[in-house]
């Protein structure tokens, strides 16, 4: 497994922004796909957005399309998400997670094998 250690989150108004960050473990981080994914209280674990190993190719939820943007810089094994025009129901913990068995993202969270520890977004209305 690789070891992922996300930063940033917090609480924010409504319309507001936030970036998340994650930093891999490891010298082979430009050689697979990474992915975001959230949890809200009382529901389960879904997809917000995947980046493939060279960036160049990426994929979101219908529900944060058009505000959300994932990317990554794998000089310095990181993968971001930069979240604008934030929304109540954006409110959940985030988790980045390591897909090594794709080069492009998947939706599926049962495909990645390494996951980071959470951090919380609250948006506020």
């Known amino acids: 497994q690789v070891q992922l250690v996300q930063s940033g989150g917090g609480l924010v108004q409504a319309g507001g922004s936030l970036r998340l960050s994650c930093a891999a473990s490891g010298r082979t981080f430009s050689d697979y796909a990474m992915g975001w994914f959230r949890q809200a209280p009382g529901k389960e674990r879904e997809f917000v957005a995947g980046?493939?190993?060279?960036?160049?190719?990426?994929n979101y939820a219908d529900s944060v399309k058009g505000r959300f943007t994932i990317s990554r810089d794998n000089a310095k094994n990181t993968v971001y998400l930069q979240m604008n025009s934030l929304k109540p129901e954006d409110t959940a913990v985030y988790y980045c997670?390591?897909?090594?068995?794709?080069?492009?993202?998947?939706?599926?969270?049962?495909?990645?094998?390494?996951w980071g520890q959470g951090t919380q977004v609250t948006v506020s209305s």
């Open positions: 997670a390591a897909d090594r068995s794709r080069r492009t993202p998947s939706y599926y969270s049962g495909s990645y094998d390494s």
């Open positions: 980046i493939s190993w060279s960036g160049g190719s990426t």
